[in-house]
């Protein structure tokens, strides 16, 4: 179990999953780069929930544009309400944010830097990006890079239901880039200024609120725990009536235990019909639903499941990562899921030479049909099982001069290192059998 996260950070860079962004150029704060594998890494959990979200019967994607009418943010309360409360110390010129500051219980009074109780008032400070739509840089062309994906499903509500044909209740999900200009930073890819969302929403009549909340919290948990996360690293927080945002009636909080402690990673908010209401307001037009069968014309209750998916990625990062005494020897491994691991099988022949490298390059071809395969032909079989347990492949494949006679090979397995020796010819079957559970 992780205590800090630099060893994941440190792992993450020097085995390809995610470097600081703009690193050559000194970095730009809270800008992260994904690599191959980090990349590969991150589409499969996008896949698994785009699976989980959208095939069935009742939900469908949406893919709508980053940048949006700047009415949408007026709309949304974001133009007004999303800042941050940012408070100077006068005598170290220190920068900090109120409620940030308090998350980690500092005393807001003094200035966690210096200490010194010589501070301005708070100030409330935008989050959103602003950039221009056009070649004319004035007030009319002020277009936000959007801080949350949500806003784009609302604005499609009747698009998607017209087109669709959908009956509530219905879901719409979107997975997209989301931008914030965060103040407070570290904690690695906890928290970015440009990251990824996973949003959902679900538009139901207003009196199933509940029982649709009660349903949506239980599939986002089993999401979570079907992925690989241990139940005991999640656990639920409600928001008081001081904590919930302004276009929510219920917000819970499915909150991961990170080194740094408990934090939110996935949120559940009944938004009642706060958002389809204000782009009625703002657009002139009607956001209501027809229930032909009820005769009954209402504005739609909205529950929605956000999650951050860097976020994701660093709690799955952080839980699989395991380290071991092997003979004196520290070893570390990500036990990721196998569907989730970037490399599923890495194939090793034990020596360069021609005809383990033309045996290799056969089971290669042939196994890549169906899984994500790395060939790995150089240095010492030590260090290249060193190098897969540190990437997360869950099985090695070692090709020696026994293969060429025997028509078999070393499977390695990651987590518990067990070695066995299989016929060429079952490795299909062997690696089906074993995704399959
Ligand atoms: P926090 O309090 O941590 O800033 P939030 O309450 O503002 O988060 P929401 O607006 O509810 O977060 O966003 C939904 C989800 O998006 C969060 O649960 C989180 O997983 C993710 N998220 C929000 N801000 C960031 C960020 N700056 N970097 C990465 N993920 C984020």
Redesign the pocket.
Known sequence: MLNNLNPLVSLCKRRGYIFPGSEIYGGLG?CWDYGPLGAQFKINVKEHWWKAMTHRQDVVGLDSAILMHTNVWKASGHVDGFSDPLVDCKDCRFRFCLDKEKETKKDPGSCPQCGSKNLTKPRDFNLMFKTHAGSVEEEASLVYLRP?TAQGIYVNFLNVQSSMRKKIPFGVAQIGK?F?N?ITLGNF?????E?E?M?MQYFIHPKQADQHFEYWLQERKKFLTDLGLPEKSLRIHEHDKEEL?HYARKAV?LEFLFPMGW?????I?HRGDFDLKQHQKLSGKKLSYFDVEKQDTYVPWVIET???L???ILSLLCSAYKEEKVKNEQRIFLALHPQLAPIQVAVLPLSKKDQLNTLANKISTFLRKKWRIEQDETGSIGKRYRRQDEIGTPFCVTIDFDSLEDKKVTVRHRDTMKQERLDIELLERYFTDQYIN
Not at 189 to 193: D, E, K, P, V
Not at 263 to 267: A, D, F, I, T, Y
């Open positions: 809270a949350e989301a914030r965060e890819i906890f928290r970015c200024r990251f969302q949003e945002a909080d934090k939110e990673l996935e949120g908010h956000s999650i951050g860097d976020r994701l």
